[in-house]
């Protein structure tokens, strides 16, 4: 493998058929999964989950590749891959934030069509004090870790 010096701080990725097959293989997991709830017999869908357990295992091996062996990844490369996490985390914070908001919103102003109650007639809900909670602790406290690791 011949090696090239970097000369500059952006890395521009080679071409790559990894997000070809990756997708063409998340195609076909998920459109069997489809097939399998709706009762038919797929067997395809194991060749498509290893299909993307390939794809996805040859996909790091050039990622590392490039960082380790290579010298693509320079410190400004790494800081907008560290951008590009923080940008798709907040994402997922807002995301959720409608959704939390969504929830709020029905529980304090129930429309007329559930009967002016929360949670509706016929719907038991969840304590929030068993799983959920437990669920919370635990999300939370990863991205602490995280976010601690991220600074060190």
């Known amino acids: 493998?011949?090696?090239?010096?970097?000369?500059?701080?952006?890395?521009?990725?080679?071409?790559?058929?990894?997000?070809?097959?990756?997708?063409?293989?998340?195609?076909?997991?998920?459109?069997?999964?489809?097939?399998?709830?709706?009762?038919?017999?797929?067997?395809?869908?194991?060749?498509?989950?290893?299909?993307?357990?390939?794809?996805?295992?040859?996909?790091?091996?050039?990622?590392?590749?490039?960082?380790?062996?290579q010298g693509h990844h320079t410190t400004k490369v790494m800081s907008g891959i560290r951008i590009g996490f923080l940008l798709f985390i907040s994402t997922e914070v807002f995301l959720f934030l409608t959704i939390f908001w969504a929830q709020l919103n029905a529980a304090l102003v129930p429309d007329i069509e559930l009967g002016g109650l929360w949670p509706p007639i016929g719907i038991e809900a969840v304590n929030p004090f068993g799983i959920p909670l437990l669920n919370t602790f635990l999300l939370l406290s990863s991205g602490i870790c995280y976010a601690l690791n991220a600074i060190n």
């Open 1 to 69: 493998m011949k090696t090239k010096l970097q000369i500059f701080p952006n890395h521009i990725v080679d071409t790559s058929p990894w997000p070809l097959f990756t997708s063409l293989s998340l195609f076909i997991v998920t459109t069997n999964i489809v097939l399998v709830l709706q009762g038919f017999n797929s067997t395809i869908l194991v060749v498509g989950f290893i299909a993307l357990i390939s794809c996805m295992i040859l996909w790091w091996k050039d990622v590392i590749t490039e960082s380790t062996y």
